[in-house]
């Protein structure tokens, strides 16, 4: 009789077992979710501009363009003078200076008036690995070019076609020649030449580093009889240009042309032939001055991987973030003829 008690009460606990199982079985625990695991933000270099130092959105993959701008009287204001990360500035003939304007982080719609070629100019434009566009030149200067002193866009080939090269209605020639930049890199491609640059960086101040030097608020001299100016305004730590007593602007908008780098160097100049014509030596080195923020440096300028730059024992002397303007001044009277003011 206990044996059959024993029974039931083992057959009564399996029953509960197999009973609790099913429920288990039917009601699982959801699994605990887990935590996201964050991947860690990827901090990117910033792109900056080779040649101004600054912060760009993208990589321009644009060869430069060195566009040669005319500035007799007549052919001012220009167009796209203030989005040129470099200016030179050197005299043509006579009392006349010319601009080459270096154009990379940021490319206008149209440039100019735009003025023929000369041999000092486009073996600049070369060094810096820049296309070379001009409009007309000299047969013997044409043929420096045509035999390869450098990759060239000439605007006599194209007068007035409306895609590459226009002439605007109210100006007379040679001061009314414009490149229409959109133009450009498909018909340098045409002729063969590479349209893409990459180029490497100057060297740049950083937002940490003091600007050194002596105070230089108003800094003026002479091209011949034609006098120069820079004011330093410090709302915005700029520098502003003044050409023969007028302010250098942006023809369609008035908009100032602003600079960060003023870099006066004096070297060299000699007429070449009855056209006053000129060799200017830029190998050499020399004095200059170098006006940034209010501020001016006595440095010397040298070239070094084929670009012209400020040193100091033989170190380059960094230049503030954003555009530079080079003037290259004759010999006689030099930098001394440069008259510096603080006011």
């Not at 013997?140 to 060239?152: R, S, T, V």
Request: proline fraction near 7%.
């Amino acid at each position: 009789m206990k044996w059959k008690i024993m029974l039931i009460l083992v057959f009564s606990l399996l029953l509960m077992a197999c009973s609790t199982n099913e429920k288990e079985t039917s009601n699982p625990k959801e699994p605990e979710q887990e935590a996201p695991v964050e991947e860690p933000v990827e901090e990117t270099e910033p792109i900056i501009a080779p040649l101004t130092g600054l912060e760009l959105e993208s990589e321009p993959p644009n060869r430069m363009l060195a566009i040669m701008i005319n500035n007799h009287p007549k052919a001012r204001p220009q167009t796209g003078l203030s989005q040129a990360d470099i200016v030179f500035e050197i005299l043509a003939e006579g009392n006349i200076t010319r601009f080459m304007a270096l154009f990379h982080s940021n490319l206008p719609e149209k440039v100019g008036p735009v003025r023929s070629a000369r041999p000092y100019y486009f073996n600049l434009a070369n060094d810096y690995g820049a296309l070379y566009i001009y409009h007309g030149a000299a047969d013997f200067i044409e043929q420096m070019l045509q035999n390869g002193a450098a990759d060239h866009l000439n605007g006599s080939y194209y007068d007035n076609d409306k895609v590459l090269f226009e002439r605007s209605s109210d100006r007379v020639a040679p001061h009314n020649s414009y490149v229409l930049i959109d133009s450009v890199y498909e018909e340098a491609e045409e002729k063969g030449y590479e349209i893409e640059g990459s180029y490497s960086p100057f060297s740049f101040l950083s937002t940490e580093e003091v600007v050194e030097g002596d105070p230089a608020t108003n800094v003026q001299f002479d091209y011949i009889g034609n006098p120069i100016q820079y004011i330093y305004e410090s709302t915005n730590e700029k520098y502003i240009r003044y050409d023969g007593g007028t302010e250098t602007t942006e023809k369609a908008t008035g908009e100032e042309v602003e600079i960060d780098n003023v870099f006066i160097l004096e070297t060299a100049h000699e007429v070449v032939d009855n056209a006053g014509r000129r060799e200017i030596d830029l190998q050499s080195g020399g004095d200059a001055l170098l006006l940034q923020k209010g501020k001016v440096q006595h440095v010397q300028w040298e070239r070094i991987d084929d670009r012209i730059i400020p040193t100091k024992n033989g170190k380059p002397v960094p230049l503030v973030p954003g555009k530079t303007w080079i003037n290259v001044i004759p010999t006689s009277p030099g930098i001394d003829g440069v008259e510096v003011t603080s006011e």
